[in-house]
Nanobody
């Protein structure tokens, strides 16, 4: 399985922005999909956004209009740009990479939105 490392989390005030990165240990061109989930304290993990191999994207309703997923194939990295952050965006954010056979996960990066 591919090794995924997330970074970019931290503490931000409501209304602020963060960019999360997910660096893969191998080329990402062969992954059917990559993206992000998040898990808030005491809640189930929820899907946030996906970018597919053809470059198309999907977002959860909670992310639409505020988050943007993108990728840099040369850097084997997927990004999640987050704007207008709200306290309810506080969670551990996990990157995933999916093939037809399996799904790999990163270790997560923590995002805290608080004043």
């Amino acid at each position: 399985q591919v090794h995924l490392v997330e970074s970019g989390g931290g503490l931000v005030q409501p209304g602020g922005s963060l960019r999360l990165s997910c660096a893969a240990s191998e080329s990402i061109v062969d992954f059917y999909a990559m993206g992000w989930y998040r898990q808030a304290p005491g809640k189930q993990r929820e899907w946030v956004a996906t970018i597919f191999s053809v470059g198309s994207t999907n977002y959860a309703d909670s992310a639409k209009g505020r988050f943007t997923i993108s990728r840099d194939i040369a850097k084997n990295t997927v990004y999640l740009q987050m704007h207008s952050l709200k306290p309810e965006d506080t969670a551990d954010y996990y990157c995933f990479a999916r093939t037809v056979k399996d799904t790999s996960w990163g270790q997560g990066t923590q995002v805290t939105v608080s004043s």
